[in-house]
């Protein structure tokens, strides 16, 4: 068997109730916390309500930063780690999609570090990150087991990532019932996320055997929930089995992070506004078949595993989720494809794909 390390230290407590229930895990990580959200969500969701009810009987102090946007720029995490730093909070809660948990985890390394925001991308810090507590209300990203938080440099025109091994949270709390208030579009959106973290992680050239055995549950658990997705007949267990496969996704990329399919994403989200897990959906099937014959096994494997059988049957799937696809010019195309080649992530792609190659993915799948 191939040799491999495999190391995952967020503490993750999964069920309904479970922050209340476990509010005193809390108190070894500080007196003044900094929570960090985006605008609406957090409330809406109650898991706002339900942590400051917390923190409140056992207290801890606690300030909001809730000015978290969507695929969080620079600017956003440089103005919440000034915060967290001039009030010497102790540690951080991040409670959101992945743009939140993601924020959550540059401030708190801001928060110990007063450097520019844009050096965190170097990793090179000199003082320990704050604790980071996740709170995941979107069932997608994975973030709350990640180590990686996705920041927008506008200066680079991209999606970047920053992450070092202490980025990982210390704590998760997953409770499905905070993500019953998700619009419909980003329930689906974001179960694509998921699906495409297993994939590409399943696929990638760090994957490992535990990796893989975690992928291919989330290739399961995706086609146990297709059909209920399609009809939009979700219902809190269904919630549950996505939050739960979300999960499960991000620990296999925290061990072997995505490739081809993000990075062919990020610029879709950063130049013409495409949602994060929609961006990936709009190029898997062309990533499948890129890979197919260097990763014949595993893809077929994975096309039996998610109910689809070949290419063609996932194409289908994928694109009854997806709805109608917008056409993007060659031009812009061209400029995707230079960006998606400069992205680190690429070389774990299982066939590496030169420039020219991602621009015909592109094209076969946008054009
Ligand atoms: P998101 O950008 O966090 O949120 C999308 C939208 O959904 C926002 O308008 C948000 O509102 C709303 N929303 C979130 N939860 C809700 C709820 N429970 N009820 C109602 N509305 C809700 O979406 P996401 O897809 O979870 O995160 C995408 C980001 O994560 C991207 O930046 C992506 O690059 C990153 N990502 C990170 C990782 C990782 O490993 N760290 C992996 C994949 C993706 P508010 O703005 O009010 O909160
Ligand atoms: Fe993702």
């Keep these: 068997m191939q040799a491999f390390s495999f190391r995952m230290p967020t503490k993750v407590i999964w069920g309904q109730g479970c922050i209340e229930q476990n509010k005193a895990e809390l108190t070894s ?12 969500s957090a409330k809406l969701s109650g898991a706002l309500d339900d942590v400051i009810t917390s923190l409140a009987s056992v207290n801890i102090n606690y300030i909001v930063f809730d000015e978290v946007e969507e695929n969080p ?14 009030e010497k909070v102790e540690f951080i809660i991040g409670i959101g999609g992945g743009s939140p948990l993601d924020a959550s985890k540059a401030i708190a390394a801001l928060g110990t570090n007063n450097i520019e925001a844009k050096h965190l991308f170097t990793g090179k810090l000199s003082n320990p990150v704050l604790p980071i507590v996740s709170i995941p209300i979107t069932a997608g990203t994975g973030s709350e087991v990640t180590q990686y938080a996705i920041i927008t440099d506008h200066e680079m025109e991209t999606k970047r990532n920053f992450s070092t091994g202490e980025t990982f949270p210390t704590l998760a709390f997953l409770d499905a019932k905070y993500t019953k208030t998700l619009p419909y579009e980003v329930t689906v959106n974001t179960a694509i996320d998921f699906l495409s973290h297993a994939l590409e992680g399943y696929l990638s050239r760090r994957s490992t055997p535990m990796s893989d055995a975690l992928a291919k549950e989330v290739f399961s658990l995706f086609k146990g929930s297709y059909q209920a997705l399609l009809d939009n007949e979700i219902n809190l267990e269904l919630r549950e089995k996505l939050l739960y496969a979300s999960m499960l996704a991000g620990v296999v990329i925290s061990q072997t992070g995505t490739c081809m399919v993000h990075c062919l994403g990020y610029p879709l989200t950063y130049y013409s506004e495409i949602p994060h897990g929609r961006a990936n959906g709009l190029v898997m099937t062309e990533f499948l078949r890129f890979n197919y014959e260097v990763a014949q096994a595993k893809v077929e494997l994975f096309l039996d595993l ?3 059988n070949t290419i063609e049957g996932f194409d289908l799937l994928i694109t009854s989720l997806l709805g109608e696809r917008k056409k993007i010019s060659d031009e812009m195309l ?24 991602l621009l015909e993915v592109l094209k076969r799948s946008l054009s």
């Design 29 to 40: 990580l500080g007196k003044k916390v900094l929570i960090v959200t985006g605008k609406k």
């Design 334 to 357: 061209e400029k995707y494809a230079y960006s998606a080649a400069q992205l680190p992530a690429i070389q774990f792609t299982p066939r590496i794909p030169t420039e020219k190659e």
């Design 306 to 308: 998610v109910g689809a």
């Design 73 to 86: 720029s620079l600017e956003t995490v440089a103005k919440g780690g000034r915060i967290a730093f001039a």
